[in-house]
């Protein structure tokens, strides 16, 4: 059972620096996001998407960019990394409909130096 | 826009004992569902308990209960019989907003300290 898997787990950037983070889910889930968790924060919403093809934007997107080519893949890229994009970051998916359980990947460190 | 506010940034507990985590939150849906995950210090997000708007009685997981006051639009979690594995920081969180179904909205959290 992978369940949501992200890659890699630790990343450390140089200013301006562009990446990808990997995120990858074998439930067959419509639905997929992803979250940045800075300290004394609760986690809040990047990107989400519905479906392949779909994706939209949640409350803090500046600066990440999405797509969903698959139903399994869901990856997040940083376009020139700032120090204000160190965070932890987590993949979600779930099937769609409200108040269905939520998975979450393990996280990614990102430091931005 | 939805808020979610947990006024008690830490707790702490002696094991065995019961304790009551605080959560309110606003929004304007009708339908919407509550949270609380638990994030220990591996930080993967555990879901503990939730609860459906529309459902009056209060949902209950083995020791982790929660007190839903629609109303009032406060979700307390009550975690009885404490254990030391239940050292954590907690997070209360609301879904269905707007059209996104499974987004959430989630609060700064409550860390709890177990204490033998």
């Known amino acids: 059972n992978a369940g949501v898997t992200q890659t890699p787990k630790f990343q450390v950037l140089k200013t301006g620096q562009s990446m990808t983070l990997q995120c990858a889910q074998d439930?067959?889930?419509?639905?997929m996001s992803w979250y940045r968790q800075d300290p004394g924060m609760g986690l809040r919403l990047i990107h989400y998407s519905v479906g392949a093809g779909i994706t939209d934007q949640g409350e803090v997107p500046n600066g990440y960019n999405v797509s969903r080519s698959t139903t399994e893949d869901f990856p997040l890229r940083l376009l020139s990394a700032a120090p204000s994009q160190t965070s932890v970051y987590f993949c979600?998916?779930?099937?769609?409909?409200?108040?269905?359980?939520?998975?979450f990947g393990e996280g990614s460190w990102l430091t931005v130096v | 826009a939805q808020t979610v506010t947990q006024s008690q940034p830490e707790m702490s507990v002696q094991e065995a004992e019961t304790v009551t985590l605080s959560c309110t939150y606003d929004?304007?849906?009708?339908?919407?569902?509550l949270f609380w995950y638990k994030q220990p210090p591996s930080r993967q997000m555990i879901l503990v308990i939730r609860q459906e708007a529309y459902k009056q009685q209060n949902a209950t997981e083995n020791r982790f209960s929660v007190n839903f006051q629609k109303a009032a639009k406060s979700f307390s979690l009550k975690i009885s019989d404490s254990q030391l594995g239940d050292t954590a920081m907690y997070f209360c969180a609301s879904s269905g907003y707007g059209g996104s179904q499974g987004n959430l909205i989630f609060g700064k959290g409550t860390k709890l300290s177990v204490k033998p």
């Open positions: 979600a998916s779930s099937y769609s409909g409200r108040g269905n359980t939520i998975y």
């Open positions: 929004t304007s849906e009708n339908n919407y569902y």
């Open positions: 439930m067959n889930h419509e639905y």
